[in-house]
């Protein structure tokens, strides 16, 4: 079939539009081009897509139809492909309309007498395949009611950290953030209104951090915020003046007479060292004693004395 293409085009008129009239009823771009990358033909698809003829296309090449990254991307896989003699498929985002759509194109060799004489191929939009595969990803990775990532992606951007540090010795701290009192909350007043606290706990978090920090929910009412590139101070900065603005949050509870309550966090702070690699741990046992000596405070486990430093409410240094 593919020999018949090629010569239906350089003899038959009438052979080349009984194939043109399959290929244009085809929902995908079609092209054929020559050992050298000039078009030779293309579908109806083509056409309207480019708003060009077939006179005013054939002759060109991908660095005349499209940018230099696109073009050179299709440009070496065409030549892989004669040179192999096989089949070859690749992703390609084109720009159409202003818009970035990503196309699976699938080229083969056109060989006649042993000889490539060039590549027919088509190209297909793949990008609601890959918009759906994203959304299922997120979904997969994303905590239902805050929104937040999940444990399941936090272990994921754990290891990418890990191996930042390790490699490029680029900073990385955490906090792990812990709701205080929040079983007695639930208990006391619902769960629904639990779920207020969480979502509203996770807004302040978010408005006072970066849009590269990542904000992991941990378990029920903990909660690991990543912070590439922060540094033990930067983090433990960070940390206080998170405490703060939560321990301004309000809630009323509307089946009570209207009577309002308060929350606090308590956080532990921890930051990436060459002597422990597991920051959650480090970040836990600052967490831990928050918890224990004052709860809603901050504490950081100090990368130079692997001591659990103090808040401004606590003593001085607790051993780790």
Known sequence: MLELILSAHQGSTEELLGLSEVFDAVDAYIFIKDNKGKYQYVNRKVLDNFEITMKGIKGK?????????????????DKKVMRTKKPMQQKIPFHIDNQELYHLTVSSPIIKNGKVLGVIGFAVDVSKDMEERQTLLEEANTDGL???FNRRYLHLALEQQRQNFTHNKTPSSLLIIDVDRFKPINDKYGHSVGDRVLID???????????????CRYGGDEFVLLLPGSNIEQAYTLAERLSEKIDNLSFTFTSSSGRSFSVSCSIGVATHTIEETNIVELADKALYVSKKGCSGKVHMHCPDTQKIVHCHYCDEEVSA
């Open 146 to 148: 805050t929104g937040c």
């Open 201 to 215: 706990v996770v807004q302040v978090i978010k408005r006072f951090t970066r849009e590269e920090d990542m904000l």
């Open 61 to 77: 090449t991908d660095w005349h139809l499209f940018n230099f990254g696109v073009a050179k991307k299709m440009r070496l896989n």
